[in-house]
């Protein structure tokens, strides 16, 4: 058995936050789970395959970046330039070792560096020759995301290594493809790669790139100013570079006559996982969670009940993280699992109270929720019901004390009173302050325990 080093190979922990007490009859039980994973401890063999990790560095990774080059890449001309100059950036983070590529996108997708339908292996050469073909970039053409999407996978997936990841930049709308193209493309690389996604300027569609980040389960986010963009393409590399195991999944087993209503992330962001469910034997599932490396994440799972008679008390639900193996091997285990409990009692107070953990995610929930509704009324001219949804946004997220969020929705709405929700929508918002908020409304803050 290969020795893993201890700042390589993260320790997963669960935590399970509910109150699991239900009314006679009572049949709905809500639990969050906290997953944390730390570079502090081992979990052997069972997170990879041995070869897969190289000595001193952790496991080996792929890289593709997709850098937008079509026509409007050029208005203003310094957007190109910034493209490239953070590209270079992100290339100066990639460790030794580490094999990527760079992807030239329009309404085709093209090789920039290496080529030959391969993936480069990072050292000093290679990082210098990829910059210099950085150079050769230019604007002109249309845009069909789908195609960047599917060269990254392939190239990606030439490559024996334990966690892929893409990097993408778009400035525009995906105007050279239909809906369904880039849907279908998405479909085909989910679970091949994860993805980071970013919109520079304020002329590409948010719901396409959060649509983007989330079917690959990566972050999605706004560069209004393209000079931002060094710096966020270097943070998200040293990200990606902190990655340390690729597709863990949590798996949720039922006993019978139990079933699950819903699974979604809830801290970082919210993200919806319910319809993701694969499969994994008799009344078991597991739902996706992509790479991980240092970090903490927090789940709310919904689960329905029998319902029991006073005094009784039942498993509901049992959780654990496994990493899936492809064609349905063997499942590895990575050691840890919390337990969901329902105990049918009489005593109201226990039975109507509600975990703090639990409605503090219902409300980033609906605070998201809020926010997007809001906004779409608001494009739509429905300016009632823009205020009134925008009002309960800036309600929940005063009361949550998501500050991040609250500056953002003050730039949109006038705030008379926070407390109750009292705002009038502005006359003029500047464009990128909009697309900010929406593309930044599923970002959560934690519970303050």
């Not at 669960?14 to 906290?34: F, K, S």
């Not at 019978?256 to 970082?268: D, E, L, M």
Request: charged share 20%.
């Amino acid at each position: 058995m290969a020795n893993f080093s201890k700042s390589n190979v993260p320790q997963f922990s669960m935590d399970v936050y509910q109150n699991e007490y239900l009314p006679e009859g009572g049949r709905e039980v809500n639990a969050i789970v906290t997953v944390t994973a730390t570079g502090g401890g081992t979990v052997g063999s069972a997170v990879a395959a041995p070869h897969l990790y190289t000595p001193g560095q952790g496991p080996s990774a792929g890289v593709a970046i997709m850098v937008d080059c079509s026509g409007s890449m050029d208005y203003p001309p310094t957007k190109m330039r910034n493209a490239r100059d953070a590209t270079a950036a992100a290339i100066d983070t990639l460790r030794d070792g580490v094999h990527f590529a760079v992807i030239g996108g329009t309404h085709v997708a093209k090789e920039v560096y290496p080529g030959g339908g391969r993936l480069a292996v990072a050292d000093a050469t290679t990082r210098d020759q990829a910059k210099q073909a950085l150079r050769k970039l230019s604007a002109g053409g249309g845009t069909a995301i789908g195609t960047w999407l599917r060269l990254a996978e392939r190239l990606l997936s030439s490559a024996d290594v334990a966690i892929r990841h893409g990097i993408l930049l778009t400035d525009g709308r995906n105007e050279h493809e239909s809906a369904q193209d880039l849907k279908a493309s998405l479909d085909h690389c989910a679970g091949r790669f994860t993805c980071d996604a970013r919109g520079v300027g304020t002329d590409w569609e948010v719901k396409e790139v959060t649509g983007i980040a989330s079917a690959l389960l990566g972050t999605a986010d706004i560069v209004a100013d393209p000079a931002g963009l060094a710096a966020d393409f270097t943070q998200m590399m040293e990200t990606a570079m902190g990655k340390e195991v690729a597709d863990v999944a949590l798996r949720l087993w039922t006993p019978v006559g139990t079933s699950i209503k819903y699974v979604k992330q809830v801290a970082p962001t919210v993200e919806e996982l319910t319809d993701r469910r694969t499969e994994a034997g008799p009344r078991a599932g597991d739902y996706p969670t992509g790479s991980w490396g240092d970090e903490s994440r927090d789940y709310h799972v919904c689960v329905e009940v029998p319902s029991a008679n006073i005094g009784q008390e039942m498993l509901a639900a049992r959780v654990s993280l496994v990493i899936p193996q492809p064609g349905g091997g063997s499942v590895q285990n990575l050691g840890t699992q919390g337990l969901v409990r329902a105990v049918w009692t009489d005593d109201m107070t226990a039975s109507t109270s509600i975990n703090p953990q639990v409605a503090h995610y219902t409300g980033q929930a609906e605070l998201a929720q809020a926010i997007q509704q809001g906004l779409d009324l608001r494009k739509a001219g429905d300016f009632d019901g823009a205020t009134a949804k925008l009002g309960r946004a800036v309600q929940l997220a005063s009361a949550s004390g998501n500050a991040d969020t609250a500056k953002l929705l003050a730039k949109v709405v006038d705030v008379v009173d926070a407390t109750t929700g009292t705002v009038r929508l502005k006359a003029k918002v500047a464009e990128a302050d909009e697309m900010t908020l929406e593309t930044r409304s599923t970002k959560t803050v934690r519970v303050k325990k």
